[in-house]
């Protein structure tokens, strides 16, 4: 049976969008990728926790070199109060056209994102673009609502120093290996009185910044399901019991882990003064170790994983930009983030600037290239997270579950079967009004 006349013309016309799609992908047609041979004007206000002189120099300046003709504006936030910003401007009208956006974001502020369907940038793309964390986090529903601007993970600071004085030559890769090491590396009085720590773990973020993310990743590495696969309720109490425990090991006095109690000075400060072996922080944060003691021998390995483990399991937390849906500008935003989120140059250069571990697998590669960063690489590629919805109800929420342990206010089971209704009541009203 031979096609008649009119299918003829559907099929052509059919064929003729997915050419087009394809030519705007491949950055033949201007569209998500453009070569700056079109003639593009206009303006654009973006907002961002970054400072202003990295995004101007690195993404702002390598866009208006493809296109003078637009106007771009940064204005950079104080992180600490940067979401609530953002969202009375959103609110109100007043917002950006594009806005830096935190990896766990999208399930509770999808609704002011404007996104990319399937037929503008296909999953595969993404996938072929950046680490499998970031299609974790930034796509939802056949939608990509945000491009990551770096990938940042969890890995394990070390102090060479007390590590050569100690005789240990290289970073533990197990956490049975750390275990082992603690107690050469702690220093406790007579009376029990830790005037060295081996490890900051054990406690909640009054002196752990970073306490709900670090347990996070210890149930990960459990392999426990943290939420429904509905994303309507929390799942990890029977599972992430364990981990808790196993988290708690640190700041128990009764426990031959025991490295860290909730008296102790922020992890971070008490690590910089060289009364700490161990710190485990975002890479990122390289950097500001440095500042604070910049005669520090500091040490830099790869997150520990279980001996017996088949798969490395890290932890990451990002920032990539969005575009806001009542931006007039959509399609100049989103032209933008494409030109330079996806841009390998423009964002080596960033990279630089702040840094920052790429998010672009093409630079991932360069990473793995190098044998100082190797490891870098090899988190960011096995980087896992979990649906999130906001973020700061559960690091408070995992900071009392921990709290209430150690003041023996309750045991692990009833903590974190406690944190575990909270969440999930929070992830019910999200879906019930995203419905």
């Known amino acids: 049976m031979h096609p008649s006349k009119v299918q003829i013309i559907i099929i052509s016309v059919v064929l003729f969008i997915v050419l087009l799609l394809v030519l705007v992908f491949m950055g033949i047609l201007p569209g998500l990728r453009s070569t700056g041979e079109d003639i593009v004007s206009g303006e654009l206000l973006i907002w961002g926790v970054d400072n202003s002189s990295v995004i101007s120099s690195s993404l702002i300046a390598s866009y208006q070199a493809l296109y003078p003709e637009v106007n771009i504006s940064y204005q950079s936030f104080n992180p600490a109060n940067y979401e609530t910003q953002l969202i009375n401007a959103l609110a109100g009208g007043r917002g950006p056209d594009i806005f830096m956006v935190h990896s766990s974001w999208i399930p509770e502020h999808k609704d002011k994102m404007a996104f990319l369907d399937q037929t503008q940038y296909p999953l595969e793309s993404l996938r072929n673009d950046f680490p499998d964390v970031v299609a974790k986090d930034f796509y939802q529903d056949g939608r990509t609502y945000a491009l990551p601007l770096y990938i940042d993970t969890l890995t394990l600071f070390y102090n060479r120093d007390i590590f050569n004085n100690e005789g240990i030559v290289r970073a533990p890769s197990s956490w049975e290996e750390l275990n082992q090491l603690i107690p050469r590396l702690v220093e406790k009085t007579e009376s029990g009185r830790i005037v060295r720590a081996a490890i900051a773990?054990?406690?909640?973020?009054?002196?752990?910044?970073?306490?709900?993310?670090?347990?996070?990743?210890?149930?990960?590495?459990?392999?426990?399901?943290?939420?429904?696969q509905d994303k309507r309720?929390?799942?990890?109490?029977?599972?992430?019991?364990?981990?808790?425990?196993?988290?708690?090991?640190?700041?128990?006095?009764?426990?031959?882990?025991?490295?860290?109690?909730?008296?102790?000075?922020?992890?971070?400060?008490?690590?910089?003064?060289?009364?700490?072996?161990?710190?485990?922080?975002?890479?990122?944060?390289?950097n500001s170790l440095k500042q604070k003691n910049p005669f520090i021998n500091l040490g830099i390995a790869s997150l520990p994983q279980?001996?017996?483990?088949?798969?490395?399991?890290?932890?990451?937390?990002?920032?990539?930009?969005?575009?806001?849906?009542?931006?007039?500008?959509?399609?100049?935003?989103?032209?933008?983030?494409?030109?330079?989120?996806?841009?390998?140059?423009?964002?080596?250069?960033?990279?630089?600037?702040?840094?920052?571990?790429?998010?672009?697998?093409?630079?991932?590669?360069?990473?793995?290239?190098?044998?100082?960063?190797?490891?870098?690489?090899?988190?960011?590629?096995?980087?896992?997270?979990?649906?999130?919805?906001?973020?700061?109800?559960?690091?408070?929420?995992?900071?009392?579950?921990?709290?209430?342990?150690?003041?023996?206010?309750?045991?692990?089971?009833?903590?974190?079967?406690?944190?575990?209704?909270?969440?999930?009541?929070?992830?019910?009203?999200?879906?019930?009004?995203?419905?």
């Open 201 to 228: 773990l054990g406690a909640s973020r009054t002196n752990i910044p970073n306490a709900a993310d670090i347990l996070s990743l210890f149930m990960l590495q459990d392999e426990v399901q943290m939420t429904s």
């Open 306 to 435: 279980y001996e017996d483990s088949q798969k490395a399991t890290n932890y990451a937390s990002y920032w990539g930009f969005a575009v806001a849906n009542t931006s007039p500008n959509q399609s100049l935003a989103w032209g933008f983030i494409g030109n330079t989120v996806l841009n390998q140059e423009a964002m080596s250069s960033y990279s630089s600037l702040t840094n920052r571990a790429p998010a672009l697998l093409s630079l991932i590669a360069q990473l793995s290239a190098n044998p100082n960063k190797e490891f870098l690489a090899r988190q960011i590629l096995t980087a896992d997270s979990w649906y999130i919805i906001n973020k700061e109800f559960v690091d408070q929420s995992f900071s009392n579950m921990i709290r209430s342990v150690l003041n023996a206010q309750a045991d692990p089971r009833t903590a974190i079967s406690k944190s575990e209704a909270e969440i999930g009541q929070l992830l019910k009203e999200n879906a019930d009004a995203q419905n």
């Open 233 to 286: 309720e929390a799942r990890f109490a029977s599972g992430g019991e364990n981990s808790l425990r196993r988290y708690l090991s640190y700041a128990n006095p009764a426990n031959a882990n025991y490295s860290w109690n909730e008296e102790m000075r922020n992890a971070e400060d008490v690590f910089a003064s060289e009364d700490l072996a161990i710190l485990i922080d975002y890479a990122s944060k390289e």
